[in-house]
């Protein structure tokens, strides 16, 4: 059943925790999955949490550690022996999660917690996988897998399939390798079990398998695996062996993430925060787009300023202003995020740049007729004013809604082809450009036919 975690079940659990009532807080977390006991984490202190964390059984505990948040987890380490984290905790862990529990730690303090493993084997997968980047395919993947040889029989994969399978929780493929270790490629289960236990491997595996190599980027596998859906992918080095396996929970963890970096950047964040974070930290990463915008809004004066006496010829000008930036930065925004959106999920195909700024031309074109047509009809007939500010008004309205979505094309497509995060587009970036391009386009305009008609 789905756990919901609510104000008075944290504030029932901390009376508990202050009376010291172990039976009671046990029982509030009775058959609570390991993720909804770190949710509950996040609503205590530091010695509340070691205080419940103190009751779990062992397995739970390695489990719930695995799944609390880097910050939660790096606080909570803290407070624990550096000989309880290795034997009771890291000792039970998959080797993917045990480098992700260890990897922000120090250097000293990562050699005394893999002297603390008994299993050397283990200890060395966990040392294996420190050394990859944490944003690539070798920095998510796990050792645990299911290997067999090419050359065994049905009868020897079977016998060495139940010694492997004591370490892994799940099983989702059977990968078949060379005596050098090269990934050959998949055993299916039921072929397997229904084939004669003399029969070799080599003749009843599938040799059609995708991979990834350890240094691709985390995001291209998360692409792979959504795009075949694949609940589990193999990594190979460079020469082809088997170095280990990505699951689809280590995946979905890299969607997430990325979905929230993009966000962020969207919003103007120059890096990832949270909500708990000092003031320090949030300055820091709000400050540069705000610096930006704030050069973008001194520039919007100064041209506003260059138009001054226009604005004071005719007034009914500057009731327009807010409408001509929102329109301007809306349409670009609208734009960038079709586009940045494509790229993601690289539906643009082998499109040229030429046919989508045509179809994003004809769509803006569209858009502008019906939105300077409205505006057209409301300033002449409804509210009353002159024709040349009309026509002005429409006129600059339909060109930058056509320069916008231009603008909110070709920014995320260039930021794409120099290696930068084409979210960024959809920030700040596109808005304040537009703004100040905008009020140049409208004032210009504006002046132009209110002098001559």
């Known amino acids: 059943m789905q756990f919901e975690l609510t104000r008075e079940y944290i504030d029932q659990l901390k ?47 390695a489990d719930v550690l695995a799944e609390l948040e880097e910050d939660d987890r790096d606080r909570f380490l803290k407070v624990l022996p550096i000989e309880v984290i290795a034997k009771q905790f890291i000792h ?49 993947m796990a050792k645990e897998l299911v290997m067999v040889n090419e050359n065994w029989t049905v009868l020897t994969c079977l016998r060495e399939l139940s010694r492997q399978a004591e370490d892994i929780d ?15 490629g998949t055993l299916s289960l039921k072929i397997m079990i229904l084939s004669p236990t003399s029969a070799k491997i080599s003749n009843i595996y599938q040799p059609d398998v995708m991979s990834v190599h350890t240094d691709e980027p985390d995001e291209e596998v998360a692409r792979i695996m959504e795009k075949y859906d694949l ?19 280590d995946v979905v963890d890299v969607i997430r993430d990325e979905a929230e970096k993009d966000y962020q950047m969207a919003s103007g964040l120059t890096e990832d925060v949270e909500s708990s974070d000092s003031v320090w930290i949030q300055t820091r990463a709000r400050l540069p787009w705000l610096l930006i915008g704030l050069m973008g809004g001194l520039i919007s004066a100064f041209v506003i300023s260059r138009h001054e006496g226009d604005l004071g010829n005719y007034t009914a000008m500057a009731f327009f202003i807010p409408l001509i930036t929102a329109m301007g930065g809306n349409v670009g925004v609208q734009s960038a995020a079709i586009i940045v959106q494509g790229l993601a999920s690289n539906s643009l195909g082998f499109e040229s740049t030429i046919s989508r700024l045509l179809r994003e031309l004809m769509g803006a074109f569209l858009n502008g007729i019906i939105c300077s047509g409205l505006v057209f009809i409301v300033n002449l007939f409804l509210v009353g004013h002159s024709f040349s500010l009309t026509i002005s008004v429409s006129v600059a309205l339909f060109s930058v809604i056509i320069f916008a979505s231009i ?46 008609i």
């Open 407 to 452: 603008f909110g094309t070709l920014i995320p497509l260039t930021l794409h082809r120099m290696k930068i995060d084409p979210a960024l587009a959809t920030g700040p970036f596109v808005t304040t450009l537009n703004d100040i391009v905008g009020l140049f386009i409208y004032l210009s305009i504006g002046a132009y036919f209110l002098s001559v």
């Open 231 to 249: 609940v589990a992918i193999p990594v190979i080095d460079s020469i082809g062996r088997l170095m280990g396996r990505i699951t689809i929970d």
């Open 15 to 61: 009376r508990i925790i202050e009376e010291k009532d172990e039976a009671g807080a046990i029982g509030m977390m009775d058959g609570l999955h390991p993720a909804d006991i770190a949710e509950i984490y996040d609503e205590l202190n530091t010695e509340e949490a070691k205080f419940l964390y103190l009751l779990l059984d062992i397995d739970t505990a």
């Open 92 to 140: 039970r862990m998959d080797s993917d999660d045990a480098a992700d529990v260890i990897g922000g730690m120090s250097e000293e303090q990562q050699e005394e917690i893999l002297s603390h493993i008994g299993d050397i084997e283990q200890a060395g997968d966990i040392v294996d996988l420190l050394h990859y980047d944490e944003d690539t395919a070798g920095g998510l």
């Open 170 to 184: 799940e099983i989702y493929y059977v990968y078949v390798v060379d005596d050098d270790g090269i990934l050959k």
